[in-house]
């Protein structure tokens, strides 16, 4: 079992910078990739971004590529998402996950069935 806390939501101007973290305890050695997702009121939930293997990886999403930077910290078994030049479309509840597969297409990390484990959401609001 993996436990996946979200922290660092809040409110935030346009062009502003958030940073959101999800500790994860439990047995973390089992998780491959970590992703962020983001749903908007009466949306569906959507991909983010994505980091997986020992080289730290990385696939974003159009909507937030060179805006967003997701990191790790393996020693702290953290996860971030830096958010930068934050726009009002951007509020959304921010959900972690975290998956114990590999996947040779970076595509399947897009997807939300293929996460084995999930945060609360941290609620973010850009304001305008």
């Known amino acids: 079992q993996v436990q996946l806390v979200e922290s660092g939501g809040g409110l935030v101007q346009a062009g502003g910078s958030l940073r959101l973290s999800c500790a994860a305890s439990?047995?973390?050695?089992?998780?491959?990739?970590m992703g962020w997702f983001r749903q908007a009121l009466g949306k569906e939930r959507d991909f983010v971004a994505a980091?997986?293997?020992?080289?730290?990886?990385?696939v974003y999403a159009d909507s937030v590529e060179d805006r967003f930077t997701i990191s790790r910290d393996n020693a702290k078994n953290t996860l971030y998402l830096q958010m930068n030049n934050a726009k009002p479309e951007d509020t959304a509840v921010y959900y972690c996950?975290?998956?114990?597969?590999?996947?040779?297409?970076?595509?399947?990390?897009?997807?939300?069935?293929?996460?084995?484990?999930w945060g609360q959401g941290t609620q973010v609001t850009v304001s305008s």
């Open positions: 980091i997986w293997g020992p080289g730290g990886s990385t």
């Open positions: 996950a975290a998956s114990g597969r590999v996947f040779r297409n970076t595509y399947y990390y897009s997807k939300q069935s293929n996460y084995d484990y």
């Open positions: 439990g047995r973390t050695s089992g998780t491959y990739g």
